[in-house]
């Protein structure tokens, strides 16, 4: 028997760093000394005279109120980051303790560099990056250097957690995992995904934080076991699952881990699946890592899917046309299915922009599920809608169809949908088929 739990997050959490930054403070110009002399005034040198001097503050300091006041020095901790594998990308995303965001830059453009707010890893050697904040009028700039050891992926190919080193999939694996996904995105005419390999060690990275913690989080911190910031953009940045396994087990394959983000199986909320079926997803990686030295249970598998790219989020585009994005739709096979988890759909009325297809608005709109063959009208339940931007369509209604039988055509129909104010009707149909293949039995268990 075994129970998992699955988790999604839209967007990388900013960590603050620490560095001391040592300053020489430079006194207020202004004249001689005043016996008055309050730090910053300045003398009258007409002796009483109307014409006072101006006031002149160092370069560390600020005018106000005719007052020198001392700039604020920033502070951040140091990156968590112990090495980078050749091939790889990263993303790098951190603000200093007073909310101003750190700008990073490469001092070694032919071992790493950076493009598009991402660092590329290019080859073996020192990584060494500058990192920056200009400051404000009040706050002083900062400039610090970290060098980063930069090694070969083969390097870390064979799994040992008691290094905190993750292991990679098998290519075997990665085939497994983008066969699967874009199987089951051709039955909703979705664009092909392809494979992305230089996410790969983030993917790995996060998959054995949730193993060797034996606990699931988006937002792991440094008390975990293995924390790096390298794990950290792998969780928040992905489509997890969590798995507690009472036998031994190695692998519980990426097929039944893609299958169970689309089904959603012990999930909250539908995410997972909304990112799957994203007609704005166009690469991904997958990892997983298994731990078959937990002290809860005989194994605990995590594993993990790349489903958002911070960086290139705002100019996504999709060459899928518009219209309804339903599961399950047209005939669907039965083992990417379960009678107790909703049904849901999403319309997409703007390919060019992801975020934009927030205008659609199902408050007022009407839900009728028909089964085709004597036209009864069918009971459905729990209907829910938001436009939360989950897979990067920014719209969904989701309802329960427990009724439902197998073999069997049902016509959706949704009525008076206000797109940009405009009202629009939709329709579809799926029938889900019991005839093909089953799904793996996993044996698993409600947590």
Not at 67 to 81: D, G, S
Not at 270 to 282: A, C, E, M, N, Y
Request: overall charge neutral.
């Amino acid at each position: 028997m075994m129970k998992h739990s699955k988790k999604w997050t839209p967007s990388i959490r900013a960590n603050t760093l620490m560095l001391a930054i040592s300053m020489a403070m430079i006194g207020c110009g202004g004249g001689g000394s005043s016996s008055s002399g309050g730090a910053g005034g300045a003398e009258d040198s007409n002796n009483g005279g109307t014409s006072p001097q101006p006031v002149t503050c160092s370069e560390t300091q600020y005018l106000q109120e005719g007052v020198c006041k001392n700039k604020t020095a920033q502070r951040f901790e140091p990156l968590q980051i112990h090495r980078f594998l050749k091939g790889q990308t990263y993303q790098f995303n951190r603000k200093t303790d007073q909310d101003l965001t750190i700008r990073f830059s490469s001092e070694s453009p032919n071992i790493c560099d950076f493009a598009q707010g991402e660092l590329k890893v290019l080859d073996v050697g020192k990584c060494s990056l500058k990192l920056t904040q200009a400051g404000t009028s009040q706050i002083l700039p900062l400039n610090s250097i970290m060098v980063v050891d930069v090694i070969e992926a083969q390097a870390e190919e064979h799994k040992d957690l008691n290094a905190c080193q993750a292991g990679r999939p098998s290519e075997a694996e990665r085939q497994l995992f983008i066969n699967t996904l874009n199987e089951i995105r051709a039955l909703h005419h979705l664009p092909k995904v392809r494979y992305d390999q230089a996410y790969e060690d983030q993917m790995m990275q996060a998959s054995m934080l949730l193993a060797v913690n034996e606990k699931t989080s988006h937002y792991p911190d440094g008390t975990w076991r293995c924390f790096s910031d390298i794990g950290y953009q792998g969780t928040s940045t992905s489509n997890l699952n969590f798995i507690q396994a009472y036998q031994p087990l190695v692998s519980y394959g990426a097929d039944t881990h893609v299958i169970n983000w689309l089904i959603e199986k012990n999930s909250s909320s539908i995410g997972h699946r909304r990112h799957i079926l994203s007609p704005f997803l166009s690469k991904t990686a997958y990892g997983e890592v298994s731990n078959t030295e937990a002290k809860s249970v005989a194994t605990i598998l995590g594993a993990a899917m790349k489903v958002v790219y911070p960086y290139a989020s705002q100019s996504l585009s999709t060459t899928m046309p518009k219209g309804v994005i339903a599961y399950p739709y047209h005939v669907y096979p039965k083992k990417f299915f379960s009678k107790t988890e909703p049904l849901s759909l999403s319309i997409l009325v703007n390919p060019q922009n992801a975020y934009a297809n927030n205008t659609v608005d199902f408050s007022q709109a009407k839900l009728v599920v028909t089964r085709r063959d004597n036209q009864q009208i069918q009971m459905i339940s729990n209907i829910q809608y938001d436009n939360i931007s989950y897979g990067l369509l920014a719209n969904n209604l989701q309802f329960h169809f427990s009724a439902m039988e197998y073999n069997v055509i049902y016509d959706v129909q949704v009525q008076n949908v206000l797109v940009d104010g405009k009202v629009e009707d939709y329709t579809y149909w799926f029938k889900v088929d019991d005839q093909s293949s089953e799904q793996r039995s996993s044996g698993e268990a409600s947590n």
